[in-house]
């Protein structure tokens, strides 16, 4: 069984900032490896937005670099991930998801609704 606890989102103007976050607490037969955030907005897919890999190497979509950051606490089977987001444009509306990877299983949150306003 996998939990992913997703919270944090909000309304906020343009150039505001929001910190989601993902605390996971899986008791499975493997490990949880790579989290990511990933973001659906109205009749787009599903995309990734950053994530962090076991040994801390972290990745961006070109869309986020430079204003969202991934930081993490824990590991593996028990961590909690934040992405904290910065200059926050209209463009970043959508629903937030987090993601835990644990080999060839994937485990989603419900998502968490992020609204950037003018």
Request: charged residues 15%; neutral net charge.
């Amino acid at each position: 069984q996998v939990q992913l606890l997703e919270s944090g989102g909000g309304s906020v103007p343009a150039g505001g900032s929001l910190r989601l976050s993902c605390e996971i607490s899986a008791n499975i037969g493997g490990v949880i490896t790579a989290v990511g955030w990933y973001r659906q907005a109205p009749g787009k897919q599903r995309d990734l937005v950053a994530g962090i890999a076991t040994d801390g190497n972290v990745k961006y979509s070109d869309s986020v670099k430079g204003r969202f950051t991934i930081t993490r606490d824990g590991l593996y089977n028990s961590q909690t991930v934040w992405l904290q987001m910065n200059n926050l444009k209209i463009d970043d509306t959508a629903i937030y998801y987090c993601k835990a990877e644990s080999g060839c299983t994937n485990y989603w949150g419900q998502g968490t609704q992020v609204t950037v306003h003018s």
